[in-house]
């Protein structure tokens, strides 16, 4: 059976969501493909969207950034972690390679942990990268305190990315420059089926009520405003974390009967910050998008042009967010027009087709 490395970056679950796809698709080109999942991303995440034989191996493989919630950067931390993640870089490298040798991959493929190709190269194995960031392309955005040489650890990324034979890079994405060889892919996603008659009858829903679903990624949402929107009419809300028992506008989706993907394609609004699954999936579905911007995050301009050209998107300020100002926006957001046609999420295939070839038997 042959086996494929998956080393996945455990920054949220949006690196975890564009492999999948991609292993999924390629499952139907290679017969008895079996894959080994080396990340820190809960198990739980895969049971019901991986669809080939899988086991996994939680060993971190990279930092990617500490967050104060999904919307705010621990700048300072954040280069602690890194420094300290590259201190012990000779003894993780090794630790990797090792496994790479017992496992016995034909190939590896990385979305996006830099120590995995690294660790490819020197075990001989065929290194892909999956990406639409690269940790240097993020930490470039941070100002490093003193006592860190941000300089030596952003080298050693940009060495490490360099070992990659190549790179699928997937649309959208800043301008990516770590690898030296890269291919443009198209978006990745998998949109559901919308479920809004059932969702409906669930929720019994008023006829003039309207859902929207406050979803911000793996990143726990601790701060929002839930006694301000109490009194916003007109609107109920699904929200991916716990919700005061008191509330009577506010539902967890966590007591829902429907998955993520299933609710995104049944809502008429979604709120959120700019990342790659959820405003990809967005687009392709023409849900109006309210999110709330971060600022100084390396992929995040990309997403958002995404979103303005081909989807139906509109800003909310951080400030009117923490506020409860929300009224105005999702009114615009549900009245704005569909847009350019958006490009077919196919990635995942063009992915797939591309690293057939690595499981071929005539291939060394």
């Not at 999942?37 to 899988?54: E, G, M």
Request: with cysteine; net charge negative.
């Amino acid at each position: 059976m042959p086996l494929i490395w998956a080393a996945i970056s455990a920054h949220g679950f949006g690196h975890a969501a564009q492999v999948v796809p991609v292993l999924n698709a390629l499952g139907g080109l290679v017969p008895d493909l079996r894959v080994l999942l080396r990340t820190t991303v809960p198990a739980t995440f895969f049971v019901d969207r991986l669809k080939i034989p899988w086991e996994i191996s939680p060993v971190q493989q990279d930092v990617g950034c500490v967050q104060n919630g999904p919307i705010a950067i621990n700048v300072p931390a954040t280069w602690d972690a890194h420094d300290r993640f590259h201190r012990t870089w000779s003894d993780r490298l090794q630790t990797e390679v090792d496994a790479m040798r017992t496992a016995d991959p034909k190939i590896v493929l990385a979305d996006t942990p830099y120590l995995a190709l690294a660790a490819g190269k020197a075990a001989g194995i065929p290194s892909i990268a999956l990406a639409s960031l690269t940790w240097d392309l993020i930490l470039s955005e941070y100002e490093a305190p003193p006592s860190i040489d941000s300089l030596a650890i952003t080298q050693s990324i940009r060495q490490a990315y360099g070992h990659a034979d190549a790179a699928l890079l997937i649309t959208p994405a800043p301008p990516i420059k770590s690898f030296s060889q890269g291919v443009s892919i198209g978006p990745i996603a998998e949109p559901a089926a919308s479920a809004r008659e059932q969702l409906t009858t669930t929720l019994a829903l008023a006829p003039d009520e309207r859902i929207v679903l406050v979803g911000f990624g793996g990143v726990p949402l601790n701060s929002v405003p839930f006694e301000k929107l109490e009194a916003l009419t007109g609107y109920r809300f699904l929200f991916d974390g716990t919700v005061p028992s008191t509330s009577t506008r506010f539902i967890s989706t966590r007591t829902l009967p429907f998955s993520f993907r299933t609710l995104l394609a049944s809502v008429d609004v979604i709120m959120t910050k700019p990342g790659y699954g959820t405003v990809v999936e967005a687009v392709a579905l023409q849900v109006p998008t309210v999110y709330v911007r971060r600022y100084n995050f390396g992929d995040e301009q990309s997403l958002v042009e995404y979103l303005h050209r081909y989807g139906r998107g509109l800003e909310l300020s951080m400030d009117d967010f923490m506020k409860g100002h929300w009224a105005t926006t999702l009114e615009s957001a549900i009245k704005l027009p569909a847009t350019t046609p958006p490009p077919a999420p196919n990635g995942a295939h063009e992915a797939a087709a591309i690293l057939v070839p690595y499981f071929q038997p005539n291939r060394s």
